[in-house]
T-cell receptor, first 113, second 114 residues
Framework: TQLLEQSPQFLSIQEGENLTVYCNSSSVFSSLQWYRQEPGEGPVLLVTVVTGGEVKKLKRLTFQFGDARKDSSLHITAAQPGDTGLYLCAGTRQETSGSRLTFGEGTQLTVNP | KAGVTQTPRYLIKTRGQQVTLSCSPISGHRSVSWYQQTPGQGLQFLFEYFSETQRNKGNFPGRFSGRQFSNSRSEMNVSTLELGDSALYLC?????????????FGPGTRLTVL
């Protein structure tokens, strides 16, 4: 059972369309991050959100952290082919032995020209 | 500043063999974490090292081990390889444990077990 559920798993859209990717959990996270991974490469950090209700914008990407810090969303406006990649959400829960990063399964986004 | 580097990038082994993967963190980063990425399970946490000590460990069998050197470089070892160990092994570094846990990943080592 995945601690972080991402949806959809696959998304194929045309250039210029908008899209939203969701990351949900029943657990509370002290922080949540979004990464993008391209084939043959490691994930690249896009953003970190730490406060419930927080909204961050990165050009055409808007990230939101849920009020209860259990869920997050990524919205892309006017998607471009360069946005194609695997989008991963990852959360941190504080544990007595330290903190670990828990990843969702990812959303594979394809933006067609 | 150079990013996280991992060697080798690709590796092919047969069942029963053992393998050692290497990771050099970003300069100044003293914490190194290892992850296994497979199509079915996604990214799974293996372990984290800081100041040459294992700080945290995921739910993997004892065949998976690691260590960290005084220069923060880290190695992970997998003994008695199984077919299911075929995966992309990712290393990530950060300055220290704690905080917002922002980690920077290397390109990974693609391990294929035949």
């Amino acid at each position: 059972t995945q601690l972080l559920e991402q949806s959809p798993q696959f998304l194929s859209i045309q250039e210029g369309e908008n899209l939203t990717v969701y990351c949900n959990s029943s657990s509370v996270f002290s922080s949540l991050q979004w990464y993008r991974q391209e084939p043959g490469e490691g994930p690249v950090l896009l953003v970190t959100v730490v406060t419930g209700g927080e909204v961050k914008k990165l050009k055409r990407l808007t990230f939101q952290f849920g009020d209860a810090r259990k869920d997050s969303s990524l919205h892309i406006t006017a998607a471009q082919p360069g946005d194609t990649g695997l989008y991963l959400c990852a959360g941190t829960r504080q544990e007595t032995s330290g903190s670990r990063l828990t990843f969702g399964e990812g959303t594979q986004l394809t933006v067609n020209p | 500043k150079a990013g996280v580097t991992q060697t080798p990038r690709y590796l092919i082994k047969t069942r029963g063999q053992q393998v050692t993967l290497s990771c050099s963190p970003i300069s100044g980063h003293r914490s190194v974490s290892w992850y296994q990425q497979t199509p079915g399970q996604g990214l799974q946490f293996l372990f984290e090292y800081f100041s040459e000590t294992q700080r945290n460990k995921g739910n993997f069998p004892g065949r998976f081990s690691g260590r960290q050197f005084s220069n923060s470089r880290s190695e992970m070892n997998v003994s008695t390889l199984e077919l299911g160990d075929s995966a992309l092994y990712l290393c990530a570094s950060r300055v220290r444990p704690g905080g917002y846990n922002e980690q920077f990943f290397g390109p990974g080592t693609r391990l294929t077990v035949l």
